[in-house]
């Protein structure tokens, strides 16, 4: 089982980045599935997540941003980020759970998790 992001990189103020996370091994992008960021010095936060029948929670910082989707066919889970601002900068993980009753915003809740992307946004 491996998830691995990519799409990660610096942009101003205001830009727009696209991250994906293909999943191997398990079809997570069935069951639950999330985003999650961490900036230096702080604690991992939940940014957004997708249960299996399509609906999202997002974190109220990125509501209105911020996409979270997936692809069930490519095993693959996305997040289009509009409208960056610099306290958007950390590392973004993707983390899977394979629950089909119960998919929070709870980082302690996933077992499974991406090596992480970088995003850094300048202003």
């Known amino acids: 089982v491996e998830l691995v992001e990519s799409g990660g990189g610096s942009v101003q103020a205001g830009g727009s980045l696209r991250l994906s996370c293909a999943a191997s091994?398990?079809?997570?992008?069935?069951?639950?599935m999330g985003w999650f960021r961490q900036a230096p010095g702080k604690e991992r936060e939940g940014v957004a997540r997708i249960y299996r029948d399509g609906t999202t929670t997002y974190a109220d910082s990125v509501k209105g941003r911020f996409t979270i989707s997936k692809d069930n066919a490519k095993n693959t889970l996305y997040l289009q980020m509009n409208s960056l601002k610099s306290e958007d900068t950390a590392m973004y993980y993707c983390?899977?759970?394979?629950?089909?009753?119960?998919?929070?915003?709870?980082?302690?809740?996933?077992?499974?998790w991406g090596q992480g992307t970088q995003v850094t946004v300048s202003s």
């Open positions: 983390a899977a759970r394979a629950d089909i009753y119960w998919c929070p915003l709870d980082s302690d809740q996933y077992r499974t």
């Open positions: 091994g398990y079809t997570y992008t069935r069951y639950c």
